[in-house]
């Protein structure tokens, strides 16, 4: 069974950093593709960033570029969102997901739980 | 960049009936890509349709995707209790902004 498991949410001030975790399992992670999506409180959803099985390409959404990094750890099988220079409008429920997609084209074919992420003072 | 048009934002409809959700694309998009997802509420969202029209694991013959090009449906053929949602459809890595399905 796919699992994925996120962590490392929580409450940080306006300009603060947070690093959030997502620990897979059921599945051969070094082979997929992985995003982080968010959600706004009472909003749709953002897709925030992509990083591809070996690292070697990585997508950011204008909203979070220069702030936010995205990495993979394969060994380990886990994903990882360094968010640095938090703003308000950065609280949100992340979740990672999993893409069944292409390099271009994602497809998000299972979902973390989300953490939540709150920014204020 | 693709912006992705749902309507209604909100369908009030009764156990039992059809639902039709619509999702226009700013510009032509391949239909391989167009996918549909369903969230509930304090839940992740799930994979519904992808491709436009093939159904991901363990979703329930009622849900049908179809379109091409601009324009995209998710047709719900018989609304079950479970069905009433917030439903997405996403593009390459945009999303709609969902269409919630109430119960009238």
């Known amino acids: 069974e796919v699992q994925l498991v996120e962590s490392g949410g929580g409450l940080v001030q306006p300009g603060g950093s947070l690093r959030l975790s997502c620990a897979a399992s059921?599945?051969?992670?070094?082979?997929?593709?992985m995003n982080w999506v968010r959600q706004a409180p009472g909003k749709g959803l953002e897709w925030v960033s992509y990083?591809?099985?070996?690292?070697?390409?990585?997508y950011y959404a204008d909203s979070v570029k220069g702030r936010f990094t995205i990495s993979r750890d394969n060994a380990k099988n886990s994903l990882y969102l360094q968010m640095n220079s938090l703003r308000d409008e950065d609280t949100a429920v992340y979740y990672c997901?999993?893409?069944?997609?292409?390099?271009?084209?994602?497809?998000?074919?299972?979902w973390g739980q989300g953490t939540l992420v709150t920014v204020s003072s | 960049e693709i912006v992705l048009t749902q309507s209604p934002g909100t369908l009030s409809l009764s156990p039992g009936e059809r639902a039709t959700l619509s999702c226009r694309a700013s510009?032509?998009?391949?239909?391989?890509?167009l996918a549909w997802y369903q969230q509930k509420p304090g839940q992740a969202p799930r994979l519904l349709i992808y491709g436009a029209s093939s159904r991901a694991t363990g979703i329930p013959d009622r849900f049908s995707g179809s379109g091409s090009g601009t324009d995209f449906t998710l047709t719900i053929s018989r609304l079950e209790p479970e069905d009433f949602a917030v439903y997405y459809c996403q593009q390459s890595r945009t999303f709609g902004q969902g269409t919630k399905v109430e119960i009238k």
């Open positions: 059921g599945f051969t992670f070094s082979s997929y593709s």
């Open positions: 997901a999993r893409d069944k997609g292409t390099v271009t084209h994602s497809t998000f074919d299972y």
């Open positions: 510009q032509s998009v391949s239909s391989s890509y």
């Open positions: 990083i591809s099985s070996s690292s070697s390409t990585i």
